[in-house]
């Protein structure tokens, strides 16, 4: 359990960093796109970078292959949380997980009918505002400090896990380009070989990477969205280590005393000793258990260089404010359905499924602060901003649509804030 709570305390301290980069490379973004600079910003990301491997040749943007490559690693960050969660996190019982999976039901659900009421005749947009950027939360988490309540972060994180698989789930099947069938195939011969060799428990990383590059060119042939190769390959990731604890406890108190047995007067390592400290290292790399080595090794990548470069490339945004009037039931929409939708949606469902006794609310969190959550949810900004570029292909709607999230999360953000420190100045009042 300790084990649990040091590895979440780290997840938290790493994605609110991560969400003051991502505000600063937005501020940055936003002033470049209205600077002198705006033209040189804005060819840069439509340059075009092409791979070509004999006959197969792939030519993208460059804006394209962040959104569709350096995203990919971000989405199998993200299912590898997921599995995380779902085996050995918040999400691994009933009991733990049904209140947060309720939560998040409702706030992807009610923002998605908020959006369609405004855009009846074209609702295709309905997955912008059911998104939750995490980073950006818990980096307004941490500017405030010990005045949030752990338990309240616990919650948020939970919630975002099951916010994402959402997400995921909702750009798989609905936001998809034409279908070439006849990669399918490929890719499932691809995912098969992989499965194997967790079947086969083989914990090397290398493997299964070099397929999942191979599954994502695939799912990118097939028209589906190739982010999605990313969260397939963490699913096949093991959790299990070839070494057990104990063994490896053993093993090295071994090794460690035919280290201490070969000391000599040499001040250089002897053989004997650089064979132990080999046969360390060995064991080391086997009592790791995969799906958490792996998940380590992204999630620096992911938060601090991925999250920041999407949040430059794709924040930029002129700001005509035309845009927005020529679509203006869409920005509506999207609106509305983070700042208002979100927090019905998370606290609604959960206090009616609660009071029908179906769920427990955790003793430790207050509803004031299920509130200050809801709206923090609110906060779409990366993943609304990624599926609004997969919703339209008109840029002066894009451009709307980014103005409104923008000016969503921070509203939101903003009622988050005061609510959660309300909450704290209550609970002190009331430990007087």
């Not at 064991?283 to 958490?292: E, G, I, S, W």
């Amino acid at each position: 359990m300790t084990k649990q709570i040091q590895s979440i305390e780290r997840f938290i301290k790493d994605e609110s960093f991560s969400g003051v980069l991502l505000f600063v490379a937005t501020i940055a973004a936003v002033m470049v796109a209205n600077s002198s600079l705006s033209q040189s910003y804005f060819e840069l990301w439509e340059m075009a970078a092409v791979v070509s491997i004999g006959n197969f040749v792939i030519s993208m943007s460059l804006m394209h292959w962040i959104n569709d490559g350096l995203m990919a690693l971000f989405f199998l960050m993200v299912g590898l949380e997921i599995k995380r969660e779902l085996l050995i996190g918040e999400l691994s019982s009933v009991q733990k997980a049904s209140f947060p999976i309720v939560a998040a039901i409702g706030g992807m659900a009610i923002p998605a009918l908020v959006y369609v009421v405004f855009n009846m005749d074209d609702p295709k947009g309905f997955g912008i505002p059911m998104a939750t950027d995490i980073a950006f939360a818990l980096g307004i988490l941490m500017l405030l400090g010990k005045k949030v309540n752990p338990a309240l972060k616990l919650f948020l994180v939970a919630l975002a896990v099951v916010d994402d698989l959402g997400a995921v789930i909702v750009v798989a099947t609905v936001y998809t380009s034409e279908i070439h069938a006849e990669y399918f195939l490929h890719a499932a011969l691809v995912y098969a070989l992989i499965w194997i060799l967790n079947l086969k428990k083989v914990t090397m990383l290398m493997p299964y990477l070099l397929l999942g590059m191979a599954l994502w060119v695939f799912i990118h042939s097939i028209g589906v969205h190739a982010t999605i190769a990313g969260v397939l390959l963490a699913f096949a990731i093991p959790i299990t280590s070839k070494v057990d604890e104990k063994d490896f406890i053993e093993t090295t108190k071994d090794h460690v005393d035919e280290f201490e047995k070969h000391i000599d007067n040499i001040p250089i390592l002897n053989h004997h000793q650089i064979d132990a400290l080999k046969d360390i290292a060995y064991n080391y790399d086997k009592v790791q258990n995969p799906l958490v080595k792996l998940e380590h090794q992204l999630h620096g990548l992911s938060a601090f260089a991925i999250m920041p470069l999407f949040a430059f490339s794709n924040a930029g945004v002129v700001l005509d404010f035309s845009a927005v009037s020529a679509n203006m039931m869409i920005v509506l929409g999207v609106v509305f359905g983070l700042v208002i939708g979100k927090p019905i949606g998370i606290v609604g469902f959960t206090y009616l499924v609660s009071k029908l006794g179906i769920i427990k609310k955790p003793d430790d969190l207050g509803w004031d602060e299920v509130v200050a959550v809801g709206f923090l949810g609110g906060i779409g900004f990366t993943m609304s901003i990624f599926i609004t570029q997969l919703a339209f292909m008109d840029s002066g709607v894009v451009a709307a649509v980014k103005l409104g999230i923008l000016f969503a999360s921070f509203i939101a953000g903003v009622l988050g804030v005061m609510l959660i420190l309300k909450a704290y100045n209550n609970k002190i009042k009331n430990q007087r």
